[in-house]
């Protein structure tokens, strides 16, 4: 860049071409360039070639790495319309022309014409055409991913993973304000970006698709792609910073940054950044428009280039510079959607609490856990600190699973519809539901939710049966809707029942009460006399609100052959207790011997990703077929049907129900001998990964909710976490992702040791 450009002239240009490249022309018409000449070389006013004079200084075999890359271009994606270099005749392989000026040489190269205008100004690109810019450097990029040329490695002032070497111009830069702007911005750089540089994904790029090197349609589209002068081995943020910094040119305020999300957003329709990517991007972008300023102010003082043209970008590179500085490092990132600064956990509760309203659940812990990212069994707050997690059932396979994150961002890039389009996902997740269950469970129905699943199961029972009744354990949860919350006695909390429902107590074989049977008979009963018949009985099948019980099967095969003697469904929720969590089969119904009319399926069903699912038998769908139309817009979607289908996958391949069974014995007899030295645990039950420990006052089986929280809430300080539950609040809740193994089971099960032995005595 030191070098000055070459003094061919327009007439000289027109003569080369017949001379080194055969073709006859007789004009030509400056194209303009930093550090080369380029000509738009014409024969009879018609356009036939452009031609390029190397800078004298320029290593040959650097030009040939530009010739090889643009072909190469070409070959991946023709439609990118990339200018391709001429051959010289005679010599097919050979791309650039030796030509002799007295005692310099030169090298010549010859391209094709592309349709299109040059140096677009980039405020008049409207939000289509920005899009499409920032999707066709992704393609640019995605073209050269699998180009490689030992001159890519290379140092140029251009190259933004230089920008340190801005310094070394700073003196150059006349104005004070400004020079201090750009050492602000290198500073920056070298403090955030450099150190994260190398783990960043590169490959040879371009460099510098911008408005002087791009060909543009009316429509502001990009016609041409026409210099390859500054590729190198970099970043894919090289290329997006330049971009940015070009079409952003002249936008100031929230209108610089909207145009920027606008090329991002085009940009990753054909390549997604990282977080890392996102989070960096600011900066790459502002050290671009430093290096701008700072080049082009050091080639004017040497006398390299006009002044004008060659500041032409300064100030707006400045006003991007200030426009950053204004809203703050944090600001920008924000701005370009990365990760946001969390605001301090007491702001953030009170702002729940305004916007949410009093009727909103609690949150947890006497200390709010401020979540920031998850992996496996491991929760992160924003302080960097970790958490074991025992009670979280909804990642199913574990936190982030890299299965089901890779399918639900796949699909997504591909469609998200609804299921009256024909879409193979849900298809699919519904027949190998199906095949899951007993063969007369052959109907599936996908939504969104574990309440509108239990919802759905209602109006299927009401169609099937012609009645009104329903029965439900006397403590259960069964969703939030209209009609499920009334099945749900957990959230009666004015003590008040709908006259259509009628609930009986399981057992509680830890005190040795074993009601079940007459309760239920006595249930049945009550709804007869109210005047509703049943129509559909629900049972969670672990009883995880009352505390998870591990039901007798003979017991739970008498309910059920009771309810099909009275007419009603038995509707199975396997919400909490399905997907593997009794380490003993997929549905957890399965271990009664009794095959359901319904089963409702929520939570766990996409890790974390909102679907649910009613599996039932056919002529119970059919009673509801022509009375009303069973639909969920979302229901079924393909994002969603992927999310599940991926959850699937992963308990058969990771072999979920063995390790579930097998970390579940060892779970529950490592805590088992924890309550031998803690009078306060009177009890430990349940199977699989869902597991309760009841919490009473030492010395008999009276609940003790205080200490329970307390617990609960002591093994959150240690770094573990476990929930409440049951109708006193007394049962450690102890739920865990299926990642959860044996090498977790210490973990957790000191934390409660520890945290007992704290607790006040009688």
């Known amino acids: 860049m030191q070098t000055g450009r070459p003094r061919q002239t327009t007439t000289g240009a027109a ?149 340190a070497r801005a310094r070394d111009l700073l003196g150059y830069i006349p104005d004070d304000e400004r020079r201090a702007a750009v050492e602000r911005v290198v500073d920056r750089f070298d403090e955030v970006v450099v150190p994260a540089w190398p783990r960043l994904r590169a490959q040879v790029v371009h460099g510098d698709l911008t408005v002087d090197n791009a060909l543009t349609a009316a429509d502001g589209t990009i016609t041409g792609i026409v210099d390859f002068g500054d590729m190198s081995h970099a970043t894919l943020l090289t290329d997006l910073a330049s971009l940015l910094e070009s079409l952003v040119c002249g936008r100031s305020g929230e209108e610089m940054f909207r145009a920027a999300r606008l090329v991002i957003d085009g940009y990753e329709r054909v390549t997604p950044l990282e977080p890392e990517e996102v989070d960096l991007l600011g900066e790459v972008w502002a050290a671009r428009a430093a290096l701008n300023i700072a080049i082009s102010e050091w080639r004017v003082a040497q006398g390299l ?23 703050g490092w944090d600001g920008v990132r924000r701005q370009l959607g990365g990760s946001r600064v969390e605001a301090p956990t ?46 979280n059932n909804v990642p199913c396979v574990g936190h ?120 239920f008979e006595a249930a049945l009963e009550r709804l007869r006399v109210s005047g509703h018949e049943p129509a559909a009985v629900y049972l969670d099948t672990l009883l995880t609100s009352e505390g998870i019980v591990d039901l007798d099967p003979a017991y739970v095969r008498a309910l059920h052959r009771r309810a099909k003697a009275a007419g009603a469904l038995w509707v199975a929720d396997e919400v909490q207790s399905g997907h593997g969590r009794t380490g003993e089969a997929l549905w957890a119904f399965s271990r009664f011997g009794i095959e359901p009319d319904v ?57 979920v129900l063995d390790r579930v069974r097998h970390t579940g014995e060892t779970l529950r007899a490592a805590l088992r001998e924890v309550a031998g030295r803690h009078p306060a645990i009177g009890d430990v039950r349940g199977v699989g990964l869902a597991v309760g420990v009841e919490i009473v006052r030492p010395g008999g089986t009276e609940p003790d909710r205080a200490t329970a929280v307390a617990v609960r809430d002591g093994m959150r300080d240690r770094g573990v976490l476990v929930g409440t539950t049951g109708r006193a609040g007394n049962v450690l809740k102890i739920r865990p992702p299926l990642a959860f193994t044996r090498t977790e089971v210490p973990v957790l099960v000191d934390a409660l040791d520890r945290t007992l032995a704290e607790q006040p005595g009688p």
């Open 15 to 163: 003569a080369l071409l017949g001379e080194l490249f055969g073709v006859a022309a007789d004009d030509a018409r400056d194209l303009g360039s930093e550090r080369d000449q380029a000509f738009l070389v014409l024969s009879a006013g018609r356009p036939v070639a452009v031609l390029k004079v190397s800078n004298p200084a320029e290593d040959p075999e650097v030009l040939d790495m530009e010739a090889a890359a643009a072909l190469h271009v070409h070959h991946i994606d023709p439609a990118l319309g990339v200018a391709r270099p001429w051959p010289v005749p005679g010599t097919p392989d050979a791309f650039r022309a030796r030509w002799n000026d007295g005692g310099d040489v030169y090298w010549v190269r010859a391209y094709d014409v592309l349709p299109g205008t040059g140096r677009v100004d980039p405020t008049t690109l409207d939000d289509r055409a920005l899009r499409i810019w920032g999707s066709t450097s992704a393609r640019l990029g995605r073209a050269l991913r699998g180009f490689s040329h030992p001159k890519a490695h290379r140092t140029m002032l251009w190259d933004v993973q230089h920008a």
């Open 305 to 327: 280039e006009d002044p004008v043209f060659a500041r032409r970008y300064n100030d707006p590179a400045a006003a991007t510079i200030a426009g950053f500085e204004a809203v």
């Open 346 to 391: 007491a702001r953030l509760v009170q702002r729940r609490d305004a916007v949410f309203g009093p009727a909103a659940e609690p949150l947890f812990y006497r200390e709010p856990v401020h979540v920031a990212s998850a992996e496996g069994v491991w929760i992160t707050d924003v302080t960097g600190r970790r958490y074991l997690d025992g009670y």
């Open 400 to 519: 982030a699973h890299p299965r089901v994150t890779a399918a639900i961002s796949r699909q997504a890039r591909l469609i998200n519809t609804h299921t009256r389009y024909l879409s193979e996902p849900a298809v699919e997740l519904a027949e190998r539901l199906a095949a899951s269950c007993p063969p007369g469970l052959d109907t599936v129905l996908l939504v969104n939710s574990g309440s509108e699943a239990n919802d759905l199961a209602w109006r299927l029972a009401r169609a099937a049966t012609g009645r009104d009744g329903a029965l439900c354990t006397d403590f259960a949860y069964h969703g939030l809707t209209e009609a499920v919350a009334a099945v749900s006695p957990e959230v009666w909390l004015d003590g008040r029942s709908p006259d259509h429902v009628a609930t009986w107590t399981p057992p509680d074989p830890y005190r040795g009460t074993a009601l079940g049977e007459e309760s």
């Open 599 to 655: 089963v409702t399926l929520g939570k766990p069903m996409g890790n974390g990703h909102p679907v649910a699912a009613v599996i039932a038998r056919s002529e119970v769908v059919q009673a509801a077929a022509g009375r009303t139309v069973l639909f969920s817009t979302f229901g079924g979607n393909p994002v969603s049907a992927a999310a599940a289908l991926a959850v699937l996958d992963v308990i058969d391949d990771e072999r």
